[in-house]
């Protein structure tokens, strides 16, 4: 690990301690350097991670035309990114889902993108994390060797 040393003015430095504080981070380092993950990942395409998990959090109109069935349909079409989905009701008209999705980060981020861009949704987010995602045939315990995924975060 390389120390580098950064001046910020007070005010930036007093919003930092702001995030260390809210989120409970042990300390400023702790905090920039999640911000500057943040940060390449999020201007630099060439730094974006070839293979993710994602989280999709949208609110939306349930009463809007056809909106539950376009979410579902683009589920359905890419059924393979798709690990789960859960629905809270947050009135008589509003939902809020949220959406865990796996896979190419060029793939999931479009699909994500999409459904928040239907008709009907009015806030949503995409949270994506760098992974690698291996198919791999082994046993756990005493059971037989079948072949799973599993997805480590880098």
């Given at each position: 690990?390389?120390r ?45 991670p ?6 999709v ?30 629905r ?11 959406a ?55």
């Amino acid at each position: 690990m390389q120390r580098i040393t950064i001046t910020f003015d007070d005010e930036l430095a007093d919003e930092i301690d702001k995030l260390v504080k809210q989120r409970g981070y042990q300390n400023r380092s702790e905090a920039v350097r999640d911000l500057v993950r943040a940060g390449i990942v999020e201007t630099q395409p060439e730094h974006r991670p070839a293979e993710c998990v994602a989280s999709v959090i949208y609110v939306y109109d349930q009463g809007t035309r056809e909106l539950p069935k376009r979410l579902a349909n683009a589920y359905q079409e890419h059924h393979d990114l798709s690990v789960a989905t859960m629905r809270i009701a947050l009135d008589e008209d509003t939902s809020m889902d949220v959406a865990v999705l796996k896979g190419k980060t060029t793939e999931v981020k479009p699909l994500a993108e999409r459904i928040i861009a239907e008709r009907g949704v009015r806030h949503g987010r995409i949270v994506i994390i760098p992974a690698e995602i291996k198919s791999e045939r082994h046993s756990h315990g005493k059971r037989q060797a079948r072949m799973h995924e599993h997805i480590r975060v880098r």
